[in-house]
């Protein structure tokens, strides 16, 4: 059991966390150093494994477990699920090349205690199999970046929070269900503001790629501390042919695909959140994580200063 940090919520009760911040599993960049040293610090790291197959996410896993400071450390899994409905993406296909199942399995064999669905939600099989194996199934506000939303976190969090206490799912033997808050998480006072929107948690991706430990290029890392407020955009695509581009999505064709098949030049984008234009230095993870906490700390008592104390007379 790791030892309790001086803000505990739900989360870092079941996560056996000392602290409610969470890594989000980035593609290329949550990787294991990244995801170990997130752990170490008392988070809780978790692996981006986008288009993983078996072999590399149990070489992944080998890599975090290989950088932790005791075997035992919590940690996440994230993977890349299609969603699931009618209203899916022409685009959207197995992200999994049709090893959802192989994949899970080596996720609960791994001992995680936590796993995220990007883009989709996992069939209802998959959710059962991994709560009756004591894992937490978690599937973002408009700031993020990668997988965004269209509303902001101010909005979005606290309505998630209305939506959320009406369910006691059974895994948290009559707890209502819990929720995380993520995009435009960089600081303590992020995770102050969350924790007080109802979250129990924070889930913090562009501050970590400007760590050094992230598992991107750094040039990805130097274009976050770099980025102006003004520096991101939210878009389907990043070329002037919006005409192009809406044509091959429609016959449920990626454009970056298509045009890397036809030996197109691409620009490859850096995907990061508007959280990127406050963020000012590439730090160790753990540092990172330290200042939330204290900077947290530091916001929740002086809301406390906030109450006006009534006379017990």
């Not at 192989?102 to 059962?128: N, Q, R």
């Not at 209502?176 to 109802?198: C, D, E, P, Y």
Request: hydrophobic share 40%; glycine share 14%; aromatic share 4%.
């Amino acid at each position: 059991m790791a030892p309790t940090g001086p803000i505990t919520t739900p989360i870092t009760t079941l996560l056996g966390i000392q602290h409610p911040i969470l890594l989000a599993g980035m593609a290329r960049t949550s990787g294991g150093r990244l995801a170990a040293a997130v752990s170490n610090a008392g988070g809780l790291g978790v692996i981006g494994g986008f288009q993983y197959t078996p072999d590399q996410l149990r070489e992944i896993i080998a890599e975090m477990k290989a950088n932790f400071k005791s075997p035992d450390m919590p940690f996440g899994v994230d993977l890349a699920l299609p969603q699931i409905g009618g209203n899916a993406r022409k685009t959207n296909h197995d992200y999994t090349g049709g090893k959802l199942d192989e994949l899970i399995d080596i996720t609960i064999d791994s001992g995680a205690k936590l796993f995220v669905s990007a883009v989709g939600v996992p069939p209802k099989y998959i959710i059962e199999k991994l709560h009756k194996n004591g894992i937490l199934v978690m599937n973002m506000g408009g700031e993020g970046g990668g997988h965004t939303g269209d509303i902001a976190n101010s909005v979005l969090i606290p309505a998630v929070v209305d939506v959320a206490r009406k369910y006691k799912p059974p895994m948290l033997k009559g707890s209502t269900a819990l929720v995380v808050a993520a995009g435009g998480i960089r600081n303590g006072r992020s995770l102050a503001s969350s924790l007080m929107q109802g979250a129990v948690a924070v889930w913090v991706g562009t501050r970590f790629v400007a760590s050094e430990e992230a598992g991107c290029s750094q040039a990805a890392k130097e274009a976050v501390v770099t980025c102006g407020f003004e520096g991101t955009e939210r878009t389907l695509s990043w070329h002037d042919r919006p005409g192009d581009i809406k044509a091959l999505c429609d016959k449920g064709i990626v454009p970056l695909e298509h045009d890397l098949d036809e030996g197109r030049d691409v620009d490859m984008p850096h995907l990061m959140g508007q959280v990127a234009g406050a963020i000012e230095k590439i730090q160790p993870a753990g540092e990172i994580v330290a200042e939330m906490v204290e900077e947290a700390v530091e916001m929740l008592k002086l809301g406390g200063t906030y109450l006006t104390a009534k006379s017990r007379l």
